[in-house]
């Protein structure tokens, strides 16, 4: 009878223990504490992709303003996030946030169980070998993609109908960063958007192999404005592309689609509009998750892949930024809502058509868009990886 006691209570203390471990992993502080919350930054507020995400750090602040108190480390380098992150801990963050895409954060969060990591997905994977105290998360930017590109497919089509360029002149550039599945992903969704009003619209593409560079940005959309792109967009993380279609309209007509920010007061003359991940729902959440000592997974309103998190425009996750009413064709505005209201619907079928890809990294890799692809169905990571046959050009 006392070897069963024994064993009842050595697997009651055993239960007790594992539950604390997982308990102790998101629930860093006391309830009666202020959470100290960390941010590390990829760039500074100069910059578009920064600036849109600390625009999270500010909601966070208005939020929780007496529960609360912000860490912040900006202009911290992928390969030289370890020690910004040591010492966020050391000051003692219980969650910390990361927009940059090192491979040191997991490692971090290993070493760390009693604090809460939180890291965009961006070019990588949740894996079920991830650290229960480890969470990624990101919008499904292909929708914002999508729907400007339709916005300018209509203002292309708006400038080829008055006869202001010609029908060969149905062509589209684009600034991408590096060919990630993430920048593949967003221009192909853009084009598809814009070929759904200019069905023989092309692409032309130039990468910076940088995500950050003004002067390269700025250059390599003047390139492809030269080489005839009536539209130009972009996946980088400054405004030089807009500054160089706002220099170029004196000469040419050309219009601008931006990412993560309005560029509108930069390039009044060409900026169209603009779309970027709102990542306030996520960072607002996740905060309010550790507070009330619930898992972030549970809290958080988006779709759950294991410890990552994603949502689009149904969720607000994803934003369509201001609309230059003074440039854009007749109904674009109308066209967006209904767009909008389509994908928190569910029935925006993207990554669909009569279209065959190949794997830029593999020409043995193909697919079939006949059958159709979707994005983000198992990870928040951007999966699309396929440059679309005789309509996408690569030029560098």
Not at 62 to 76: A, G
Not at 170 to 184: K, N
Not at 187 to 204: D, E, I, Q
Not at 305 to 314: K, R, T, V
Request: hydrophobic share 40%; aromatic share 10%.
């Amino acid at each position: 009878m006392k070897k069963y006691y024994i064993t009842t209570l050595l697997v009651s203390l055993t239960v007790l223990l594992a539950f604390s471990f997982v308990y102790d992993a998101w629930t860093p502080q006391a309830a009666d504490e202020t959470l100290k919350v960390g941010f590390i930054y990829e760039n500074d507020g100069s910059t578009p992709f920064t600036y849109s995400f600390m625009l999270a750090q500010e909601a966070l602040e208005r939020l929780y303003p007496d529960q609360v108190h912000i860490l912040s480390r900006s202009n911290v380098r992928a390969s030289e996030t370890e020690e910004p992150l040591r010492e966020l801990v050391k000051k003692g963050c219980g969650v910390i946030f990361v927009n940059n895409d090192s491979t040191q954060v997991r490692e971090m969060a290993r070493e760390y169980p009693k604090v809460t990591f939180c890291q965009i997905s961006v070019g990588s994977d949740a894996s079920s070998a991830d650290p229960a105290n480890y969470h990624t998360f990101s919008g499904e930017i292909y929708q914002g993609r999508y729907v400007c590109g339709v916005a300018a497919g209509m203002k292309l089509k708006q400038l080829m109908d008055s006869g202001v360029i010609g029908p060969d002149k149905a062509l589209v550039g684009f600034v991408g960063a590096f060919p990630t599945a993430e920048v593949i992903s967003g221009y192909t969704a853009f084009l598809l958007g814009v070929r759904s009003v200019v069905p023989n619209a092309t692409m032309k593409v130039r990468y910076t192999n940088t995500w950050s560079s003004y002067t390269k940005e700025k250059a390599a959309a003047e390139a492809l404005i030269r080489e005839g792109c009536a539209v130009i967009s972009q996946h980088t993380n400054t405004t030089g592309p807009a500054v160089a279609c706002e220099e170029a309209s004196a000469f040419l007509t050309v219009i601008h689609v931006g990412y993560n920010q309005s560029m509108i007061d930069l390039a009044p003359s060409v900026s169209l509009l603009s779309t970027r991940i709102n990542w306030t729902p996520y960072v607002t959440g996740a905060v309010g998750a550790v507070l009330a000592h619930r898992p972030i997974e549970k809290t958080v309103d988006g779709a759950v892949h294991g410890n990552d998190m994603s949502a689009g425009l149904d969720k607000n996750w994803v934003e369509i930024l201001e609309l230059n009413q003074s440039i854009a064709a007749e109904g674009t505005a109308e066209k967006i809502a209904q767009l909008t209201e389509a994908f928190r619907k569910g029935s925006v079928s993207v990554f669909k058509g009569n279209y065959t890809g190949t794997n830029p990294e593999n020409p043995a890799d193909t697919i079939d868009l006949n059958k159709g692809y979707i994005e983000n169905e198992k990870s928040s990571a951007p999966s699309f990886h396929y440059v679309l046959d005789g309509v996408i050009e690569i030029e560098n």
